[in-house]
């Protein structure tokens, strides 16, 4: 009996030892790259007359060559759908057809009357103080998710401040 017994301890930890150098050898599968992502709020005044102010939530996901942006109202309701890649960029409402623009400044400054600088907004999103003709930097907290830009050329001025959370 203490033979059958001492090669079924053996035989359980036979197994054990596989069961373990195999889970050691097995290489875990690479995690799917996901664009960063950013939620908030956002406020832009154009000094214009009289002087444009707006402020939406919104949630931001990509980079300058592809990307995402939808914005909503204070209910939540959506706004807008700003999506472009390499061949533009499209502004869906749900209230109007689709228009397509040759990029995303040339969106901005068609519905704003200013072109915002998308590759510098996403590199102050991720804490670089990058610099954007045209664009002062003013004050950058990535960690706290703050932020404050003014344009200053062309006219009008425009300012933009940014809170948010990456989630």
């Given at each position: 009996m203490t033979i059958v017994t001492g090669l079924h301890m053996r035989w359980r930890g036979l197994l054990a030892l596989a069961a373990l150098?195999?889970?050691c050898a097995s290489v875990p599968a690479p995690?799917?790259?996901t664009p960063p992502q950013w939620s908030g709020r956002l406020a832009l005044v154009i000094?214009?007359?009289p002087v444009q102010r707006a402020s939406a939530g919104f949630d931001l996901r990509g980079q300058a060559q592809r990307g995402e942006l939808w914005l909503h109202g204070p209910l939540?309701?959506?706004?807008?759908?700003?999506r472009w890649d390499e061949d533009g960029a499209w502004l869906e409402r749900p209230d109007a057809p689709a228009q397509r623009y040759p990029d995303v400044a040339a969106l901005t400054?068609?519905?704003?009357?200013?072109?915002?600088p998308l590759a510098t907004l996403l590199d102050w999103l991720q804490g670089r103080p990058?610099?954007?003709?045209?664009?002062t930097l003013l004050a950058l907290d990535a960690d706290q998710g703050r932020l404050q830009a003014q344009r200053h050329s062309p006219q009008p001025r425009?300012?933009?401040?940014l809170v948010w959370q990456r989630p």
């Open positions: 150098l195999g889970g995690a799917p790259s000094h214009t007359d939540g309701q959506t706004l807008a759908q700003v400054e068609a519905l704003t009357g200013a072109a915002l990058s610099e954007a003709p045209g664009w425009v300012e933009l401040r």
